[in-house]
């Protein structure tokens, strides 16, 4: 009878031992450890409140299938902010100072009557991000791109260059709504 007890302390123990390989396995294996990894929710559109003269603006399902989330405009001055999300995971070289210079280089290539203007890594409200802005075809364009472990947003500013600074405070408050948006989840 001595051995059964045996037998059966060391069943429990095999079993304690084997339960916590599983658990330490599965926090290895499923951890979100890379960088902007809160929160993991994946947004296929957003409600955010915008200034007064600001309009929630339609837009097709061919915009919705390449990430297009929200879009926003206003008539005087004439300005618009376009937010479009991308999922992916950020690799584990992934580096954030590295992004700015990444994307002026895509958007060299891309994008015709590209203007830099500025160009740096930057945290929005927390969130680490790049901040690119640039000229085109008379318009000036602010774009911030936010990287999360699943999904990256990207928020893109555009008014005619004379009237940027006009829309400037709107922008950050849409911005901050954003970023307040994403917070909540």
Request: proline share 3%; glycine share 6%.
């Amino acid at each position: 009878m001595d051995w059964l007890k045996k037998l059966a302390r060391q069943r429990w123990f095999v079993l304690l031992v084997v339960a916590g390989l599983i658990v330490l396995a599965w926090l290895l294996f499923f951890k979100d450890d890379g960088n902007q990894s809160q929160p993991s929710t994946i947004y296929q559109s957003v409600a955010i409140e915008v200034p007064g003269n600001w309009q929630d603006q339609n837009f097709t399902l061919t915009e919705r299938s390449a990430g297009l989330i929200a879009r926003f405009g206003r008539a005087n001055p004439p300005a618009t902010v376009t937010i479009r999300s991308e999922t992916i995971e950020l690799g584990k070289d992934f580096k954030l100072k590295s992004l700015p210079g990444e994307i002026v280089k895509k958007f060299k290539q891309a994008v015709a009557g590209f203007d830099l203007v500025s160009q740096k890594a930057v945290i929005i409200n927390g969130y680490g991000g790049a901040q690119i802005r640039y000229l085109q075809n008379g318009d000036e364009y602010l774009l911030l791109v936010i990287p999360r472990q699943h999904q990256t947003y990207y928020l893109a500013y555009r008014a005619a260059d004379a009237d940027f600074e006009k829309v400037q405070a709107d922008f950050a408050k849409i911005n901050q709504a954003f970023i307040n948006y994403l917070a909540s989840y």
